[in-house]
Nanobody
Framework: QVRLVESGGALVQPGGSLRLSCAAS????????MNWHRQTPGKERELVAT????????NYADSVKGRFTISRDNAKNTVYLQMNSLKFEDTAVYYC??????????????WGQGTQVTVSS
């Protein structure tokens, strides 16, 4: 059974930091690029950060570049999102996602249940 379980969401003041974790099980974690997305009510889900399966490549949305860092530990089947210099507009539910295009062209996606991050003074 595939599971992605996010944790680490909390209430934090502007300028503060949080580290989100996403523990994966039930699939070959190191074979999947991993992503963090976020969503606020009434808005589309936004891709925040991506990391390749081996962890050597990362990419970020412009809105978080320089403040957020995605990383992974394939020995622990866990992906992280370090969030620094948090802003009010970072408030959202954060989801981790495994996303892989198979050799035959089909796409496999797994999603976690989300963790709430609230930036407020």
């Amino acid at each position: 059974q595939v599971r992605l379980v996010e944790s680490g969401g909390a209430l934090v003041q502007p300028g503060g930091s949080l580290r989100l974790s996403c523990a994966a099980s039930g699939f070959t974690f190191s074979s999947y690029p991993m992503n963090w997305h976020r969503q606020t009510p009434g808005k589309e889900r936004e891709l925040v950060a991506t990391i390749t399966g081996a962890g050597g490549g990362t990419n970020y949305a412009d809105s978080v570049k320089g403040r957020f860092t995605i990383s992974r530990d394939n020995a622990k089947n866990t992906v992280y999102l370090q969030m620094n210099s948090l802003k009010f507009e970072d408030t959202a539910v954060y989801y981790c996602n495994a996303d892989r295009v198979q050799p035959g062209g089909s796409r496999i996606r797994y999603w976690g249940q989300g963790t709430q991050v609230t930036v407020s003074s």
